[in-house]
């Protein structure tokens, strides 16, 4: 019997991103141009991540993908133009590069396997981490280096916001080409240590209207998502800016907050409409301003993507005392599993009056678990073999 031949394996991770001034509609349905700029927060990879190890070698037959243990279609479109172009850019390398080392065959297939820690198709971006890590896994895989934050795009509009740590623009660009349809930080995950996120986690199911049909009917029905486009999201963006930039909490908690809410308002100007968020996703926003009012200033902040979980911005002061709160709000279910999860939060008080003007007819069960993060790097290598989603066959291995 023939020996394998020995294979080349790279395995990566990257983050998910929570835009506080959303990306929704796009220019251009191939490349993924968007019709506005955005702004995100990368969260940390301690919490949420997506790993990726990609292979390849001359023994393998055909190009194959594994997405949390299950193979999947590598025919995607979307994947398809992340492959083609990072082998493109791998062999324009290659061509300048006569004295490169004995150079990968190209011509090799490659075998990917992809697993988040976390629900995927949720509202939680898993679709952005897992372009970011592709493209920078493969990246490595090829050797190809510089900005592919416009590869990542092609697979995934957010995922290109993925790319970087901290606080991340996706600016919208104008070549009819997306050259400069990009990703830039604003500041690294280190500026704003006191800043914490949590994700309170309503439904883990597969949302009813996917991103990608829903963003196309809102550009061709809402007048209000083009309202949006052209006259609200540049000078939010100046500003979400200048408030990362300040550590201005209340100013960026506020902003972050209306984005969120216009972003879902021309989700029903959208004809049919769309409906993101439930009756606790409501609930959720109800208690945030009942605990900012009560408190006399922006001490959190909601956001909501396309679906019903919600994204509360903290500082790190307020975190313990918020968390109560949801708890006496939305009593968990007392099945033994942990109600919160990611970083730990430490016991809270709460006033009388606080209990009685905030927390209103609690609702039990109704968040499932709630996870603590805060912002953290882009991707990342892993160069502990044992880490690698696939063995020495190429497969996965069993315990990914």
Known sequence: ??????????????????????????????????INSSLSVTLHQDQLKTTTTAAISRDFKEDRLWLNGEEANVGHPRLQSCLREMRRLARKRRGGSAGAAAPLSLSYKVHVASVNNFPTAAGLASSAAGYACLVHTLARL???EGEL???????????????????VQWLMGERPDGKDSVAQQVAPETHWPELRVLILVVSAEKKPVGS???????????????????AVVPERMAQMIQFIRQRDFEGFGQLTMKDSNQFHATCLDTFPPIFYLNDISRRIIALAH?????HGKTKVAYTFD???????????????????????SFPPESNGGQFLRGLPA????????????VVLEPVPGAIRYILLT????????????????????GLPRLSA
Not at 306 to 328: H, I, Q, Y
Not at 346 to 357: D, F
């Open 212 to 230: 990608t049909a829903g963003m196309q009917t809102s550009v061709d029905t809402s007048r209000l998502l083009k309202h949006r486009a052209e």
């Open 290 to 294: 009942r605990f900012n009012a009560h």
């Open 346 to 357: 430490g016991p809270a008080l709460l006033s009388e009056e606080l209990l009685s003007t």
């Open 142 to 144: 090829y050797g190809v």
């Open 1 to 34: 019997m023939a020996e394998e031949a020995p294979l080349t394996v790279v395995t990566c991770t990257a983050p998910v991103n929570i835009a506080v001034v959303k990306y929704w509609g796009k220019r251009d349905e191939e490349l993924i141009l968007p």
């Open 374 to 393: 805060e912002p953290g790097p882009g991707p990342q290598p892993l160069d502990d073999p044992n880490l690698h989603l696939l063995g020495a066959d």
């Open 306 to 328: 396309a679906g019903p979980n919600a994204v509360v911005f903290t500082l790190a002061d307020t975190v313990d005392e918020f968390v109560e709160v949801v708890k006496c």
């Open 149 to 167: 934050s416009d590869v990542a795009r092609q697979g995934s509009g957010s995922a290109c916001r993925s790319m970087l740590g901290g606080f």
